[in-house]
Nanobody
Framework: VQLQASEGGLVQAGDSLRLSCATS??????MGWFRQAPGKEREFVAA????????YYTDSVKGRFTISRDNSKNTVSLQMNSLKPEDTAVYYC????????????????WGQGTLVTVSS
């Protein structure tokens, strides 16, 4: 199983950026995004269940980020709006069997990580 994330980038505060992640032809009950800032632990950002009907977000991104998935293409996306400097991190997509999981230990498959830098 492989997860391939799109490239992040350097943006200014207030800008938007969309990350996408494609899996290698397999559907998972839960797909999500995590991030890790320098010197910090990997933290949960957002997740969605197989049908896409249930979504979960960490408090700091609620109202700004939107996770979505396209099961026909086995992709999950993260639309990030109103970005802030504190959103700067390496973002990882992840997939696993536990619906609604918000801890990284519940995800078995990971993308390679993509850097998002938000300048002030």
């Amino acid at each position: 199983v492989q997860l391939q994330a799109s490239e992040g980038g350097l943006v200014q505060a207030g800008d938007s950026l969309r990350l996408s992640c494609a899996t290698s032809g397999r559907a998972f009950d839960s797909m999500g995004w995590f991030r890790q800032a320098p010197g910090k632990e990997r933290e949960f950002v957002a997740a969605t269940t197989r049908g896409g009907g249930n979504t979960y977000y960490t408090d700091s991104v609620k109202g700004r980020f939107t996770i979505s998935r396209d099961n026909s293409k086995n992709t999950v996306s993260l639309q990030m709006n109103s970005l802030k400097p504190e959103d700067t991190a390496v973002y990882y997509c992840a997939a696993g069997p536990l619906m609604g999981a918000t801890h990284f230990s519940h995800y078995a498959y990971w993308g390679q990580g993509t850097l998002v830098t938000v300048s002030s």
